[in-house]
């Protein structure tokens, strides 16, 4: 009762990473409260969703034809609004209920080609949730915010978030965007390369969770020091029975290079089409690299390595977003200039 009343009078605020692959709320002062795949299950029959988060990841590729399970979010575009705005609307009223906030200002940070309607669509899910009112951020904004960069100072910084579905580099200076660039190479490519060269050297199919999980344990960017292998688990291409293979960190890196070098000259072109003077701040300063692709071992030395530039992982790059666009909410952190325009 304290507590409501308390809500109430002083308001606490909540943040949201809508991300491809991951959705992340946040509350400043209490910390990271929602954290699930941005996945949802639909039952086609009744169009009801019947699962969100980590159960309906589960359902992946073990859904019966009735159930689809639908990434909502792709490419950085929302491209199921339903489903997004019922996901939306949950995730908020599940932090909304947990925490028994009361009407809380939402801050969400988006994509930075996010179009008109959907800005809408986004919103209004955030209200359907229980929100007071919802303001919206860019991503790589809320990602510098969050590692701390000097965003209002005439200097520039180099932000790379690698998410699920997209790379996306931005040069930022005096609270703005100077030059950002979004690719659809990101941690979903890799598991797409990591399928397609089971199935090329072992005739072996593997579902996308398997690829990602493997991915995340012996994936890497450059030869290790220590060699890493596990088994995979998939399908036989020649006569469709269960069957394993060992496979080494070597294996995975060889299945990557297409994808990592896309991302590689991504940065590469970011830094051509950035002013000198930026480009002499960077260099200085480094590049910060956040997202969940940022864990890819070793990825941070192969871009330093092919672009001259120190490339330093945020402490916990699959927060740094929902971090920085709570760091925003705070009236006394002076970033009041940063939300998107309505
Ligand atoms: P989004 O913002 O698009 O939701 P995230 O920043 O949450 O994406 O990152 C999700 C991606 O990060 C997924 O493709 C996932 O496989 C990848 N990822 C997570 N942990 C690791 C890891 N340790 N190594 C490599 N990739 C990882
Ligand atoms: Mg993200």
């Keep these: 009762m304290i507590n409501k009343l308390k809500n109430f009078l002083g308001g606490k605020n909540l943040a949201m990473d809508l991300g491809t692959a991951n959705t992340l709320l946040f509350v400043p002062g209490v910390g990271i409260v929602v954290n699930e795949p941005s996945v949802v299950a639909v039952d086609t029959f009744t169009n009801v969703v019947i699962a969100v988060g980590t159960e309906a990841k589960t359902y992946m590729g073990r859904a019966p034809d009735r159930i689809k399970v639908i990434r909502p979010i792709r490419d950085g575009v929302i491209a199921d609004y339903e489903a997004t705005r019922q996901m939306v609307t949950l995730f908020v009223s599940k932090a909304v209920h947990k925490l028994s906030l009361l009407r809380p200002l939402l801050t969400i940070c988006v994509p930075m080609g996010i179009t008109q309607v959907e800005k809408r669509a986004v919103r209004e899910s955030g209200l359907q949730g229980g929100a007071r009112d919802v303001k919206l951020i860019v991503e790589p904004l809320a990602a510098a915010i969050g590692a701390g960069l000097p965003v209002k100072e005439p200097i520039g910084s180099m932000v790379l978030d690698i998410g699920g579905g997209t790379a996306e580099v931005a040069v930022i200076s005096l609270s703005n965007i100077a030059f950002s660039e979004s690719v659809r190479t990101a941690g979903d490519a890799l598991n797409e390369s990591i399928q397609r060269y089971f199935q090329e050297n ?38 469709g029975s269960p069957t394993k293979v060992l496979a080494t960190d070597e294996n995975i890196r060889l299945a990557m290079v297409e994808p990592l070098n896309r991302i590689v000259d991504t940065m590469k072109n970011a830094l051509e089409k950035t002013s000198p003077e930026l480009v002499a701040d960077i260099h200085d300063n480094g590049l910060l690299l956040v997202g969940g692709g940022a864990l890819l071992k070793g990825l941070d030395v192969l871009l330093s390595r092919e672009t001259n530039i120190c490339v330093h992982v945020d402490e916990d790059p699959l927060t740094t977003v929902v971090r920085g666009t709570g760091k925003v909410l705070d009236k006394k952190a002076g970033f009041g200039d940063v939300f998107l325009p309505e």
Excluded: D, H, T, W
């Design 202 to 239: 072992f005739q072996l199919l593997i579902g996308e969770n398997m690829a990602e999980e493997v991915k995340i344990e012996i994936g890497s960017a450059i030869p290790l020091a220590e060699p890493l292998s596990r088994e995979v688990y998939g399908k036989s291409m020649l006569n």
